[in-house]
Every structure is written in C-alpha cells, then in structure tokens.
C-alpha cells in the first residue's frame, strides 16, 4: 500500500491567492482528518470525514478555510485566500477505526 | 487550558540514559491514550499504545494513571535513532464521532 499520499510537498504562495492541498488515504480506511501543525499551537484537528461526511470542523479556523470529500479517495483543503498567519505543515491522515496513519504532509509558505 | 499537556524539553540525554516523559490530560472522558513519535521534517508515527496496567515493548515502557489523568513513557538505554519528538495523543469518543487530540511534543535529543 502507498499509505496517505498529500500533494503537494511544498506550496510557497503570495498572500491573497487561492490554495488547494490534496489528499488520497488509504484505500479502505473509512475516515479522514485534516490537521495543521505549526511550532507555537502543535498539531491541530481542522475537520474531519467518516464515510465521505464531515463530522466535525469546528476546528477550520475561519470561513477562508473549506473542504471537501468527494469520494472515498480524494480530499481537498482550500485556503481562499491565503494570509501569511496560514503558513503551516498541513497534515492529512486516514484512519480504518483504530489507528491513525499519516501522510507526508504539505509545507506551506505564505509570504 | 490545553486539552493536552506536554513538557517541551528539549531533553538532551547521552547515549545509554534512561529518560521519562510526563504527559497529562484534562478530558476525563478520554478513552484511549498513545505514544506518537515524529521525526524532524517528517510525519507523526504510532509508536505505542497505552493500556491501564501499563505496558512494555522493548526499551519502551507506557504507564496510564487514569485518577491522576496522567501519561508516562519510559526509554532505557537510549539509542541515538530514539532522537525525535515525542506527542502524547488522547482519543475520546462521543455522540458517534471519535479524534484524537495531540499535545505539542517532547523533543528528546540523545548525544553521543
């Protein structure tokens, strides 16, 4: 199994512009979490999916933040539009129940 | 107040020391507990679970005090490859939804 794959690794954007981070989980893994880790607030739950449906985003930290699950392989977070207080490691990670697995995450850079 | 609380070091022990990380957590309903650890530049990774009586694997030992809601994790004998971040990580679950919560870190540096 490839395990979580995020694109992309690193997103290096001008402030005001439109970003997109991308995320296939593991195949057969029923839930999906977005998180961002940064050195003063460590990893943070953003938003996450059971069965495609978000559950919980009471961790999206304004309206500039979206997401979305089409299908069981595919999630999207949107950033619309960027401020440099965004500039984070963004983590995306799947889980069958029990059990996280984590991707690499996206470096993103708002300048 | 932080759901979950972590020394963030750094711990700068030599090779062969044996060093502690205290962790504790301040939901009550919490129901399941790990050790988590992540790599400079890397993604976090399932280092071990924590059950109530405690539990070993290796040079790694995990204890739960469920009264106190506290967390520890033991490593002998340190190794130079045991230099990484250490996150304490709660899972609670409730009306049908489960996450879990990270705290910030320990960050163990083993010299040689």
């Known amino acids: 199994d490839a395990g979580v794959i995020q694109s992309p690794r690193h997103e290096v954007t001008e402030m005001g512009q439109e970003v997109t981070l991308r995320c296939k989980p593991i195949?057969?893994?029923?839930?999906l979490f977005w998180y961002r880790q940064t050195m003063m607030r460590g990893l943070e739950l953003l938003i996450y999916f059971n069965n495609n449906v978000p559950i919980d985003d009471s961790g999206m930290p304004e309206d500039r933040f979206s997401a979305k699950m089409p299908n069981a392989s595919f999630s999207t977070l949107k950033i619309q539009p960027s401020e440099p207080r965004d500039s984070a490691v963004y983590f995306c990670?799947?889980?069958?129940?029990?059990?996280?697995?984590f991707g690499s995450g996206t470096r993103l850079t708002v300048v | 107040r932080k759901e979950v609380e972590q020394d963030p070091g750094p711990f700068n022990v030599p090779e062969g020391a044996t060093v502690a990380f205290n962790c504790t957590y301040s939901n009550s309903a919490s129901q399941s507990f790990f050790w988590y650890r992540q790599d400079c530049r890397k993604e976090p990774k399932l280092l071990m679970s924590v059950y109530s009586s405690g539990n070993e694997d290796g040079r790694f030992t995990a204890q739960l005090n469920r009264a106190s809601q506290y967390i520890s994790l033991l490593i002998r004998d340190s190794k130079l490859s045991d230099s990484a971040t250490y996150l304490c990580?709660?899972?609670?679950?409730?009306?049908?939804?489960?996450?879990?919560?990270f705290g910030k870190g320990t960050k163990l540096s083993v010299i040689p």
């Open positions: 990670a799947s889980s069958p129940g029990t059990g996280y697995t």
């Open positions: 990580v709660v899972r609670y679950s409730g009306a049908g939804s489960y996450q879990l919560t």
């Open positions: 195949s057969g893994h029923n839930s």
